[in-house]
Nanobody, 116 residues
């Protein structure tokens, strides 16, 4: 139901834009978030956006990443600027309801590799 795309290889200081598209109706959610996972480490949220459009960011990406949503396209974007090698990882999008755990959907990961 969620399709993530846009990963790839970037140089440090470069940019990438990730997309998370809902295929079909994804009902009952109130937050969409992007998570990053590196081997041996639990997935960590890097950015999220509510249905009202309110964003939230991990300290490590503040000022560099921007999360936005296009409701007409049922898509959430993560604009990643000033990339650093430590941003490397598999990025997953997640759509969920903070009050109803039965509404919890994950997309497949998209790999981001940042070279120094």
């Amino acid at each position: 139901q969620l399709q993530a795309s846009g990963g790839g290889l970037a140089q440090a200081g470069g940019s990438l834009r990730l997309s998370c598209a809902a295929v079909g109706r994804v009902a009952g959610i109130n937050v969409v978030a992007w998570y990053c996972q590196v081997p041996g480490v639990q997935r960590e949220s890097v950015a999220s956006i509510t249905n009202a459009g309110n964003p939230n960011y991990a300290d490590s990406v503040k000022g560099r990443f921007t999360i936005t949503r296009d409701n007409a396209k049922n898509t959430v974007y993560l604009q990643m600027n000033s990339l650093r090698p430590e941003d490397t990882g598999i990025y997953y999008c997640r759509a969920f309801n903070t009050r109803a755990p039965e509404y919890d959907f994950w997309g497949q990961g998209t790999l981001v590799t940042v070279s120094s």
